[in-house]
Nanobody, 125 residues
Framework: QVQLVESGGGLVQAGGSLRLSCADS????????MGWFRQTPGKEREFVAT????????HYADSVKGRFTISRDNAKNTVYLQMNSLKPEDTAVYYC??????????????????WGHGTQVTVSS
């Protein structure tokens, strides 16, 4: 069983930084590819970043490339999203997700099997 819990969201000024964490209290973490998505009211969930099971492959949305970094610590069953140079348009609920196909770095939310409950990130101008 995979249980994902996000933390680290909050309110930050534009140009600031936040680090999101997502911990899995369930199965062997290295078997899971992990992704971060975000959603604002009235819009579809949007891909942000993904990382393969052993961390060798990553992929980012163009909108966050160069500002956000996804990483993972398999010994701690945790994936991180370091967000720098934040912009008001980054405001959203951020979700982490787990894909049982651990070599894949998918940008599609339909490929992910488990989801956390989300953490709010608000960037003020």
């Amino acid at each position: 069983q995979v249980q994902l819990v996000e933390s680290g969201g909050g309110l930050v000024q534009a140009g600031g930084s936040l680090r999101l964490s997502c911990a899995d209290s369930g199965r062997s973490f290295v078997t899971l590819a992990m992704g971060w998505f975000r959603q604002t009211p009235g819009k579809e969930r949007e891909f942000v970043a993904t990382i393969s099971g052993r961390g060798g492959n990553t992929h980012y949305a163009d909108s966050v490339k160069g500002r956000f970094t996804i990483s993972r610590d398999n010994a701690k069953n945790t994936v991180y999203l370091q967000m720098n140079s934040l912009k008001p348009e980054d405001t959203a609920v951020y979700y982490c997700a787990a894909d049982l196909t651990n070599w894949r770095t998918s940008v599609s939310s339909r490929d992910y099997d488990y989801w956390g409950h989300g953490t709010q990130v608000t960037v003020s101008s």
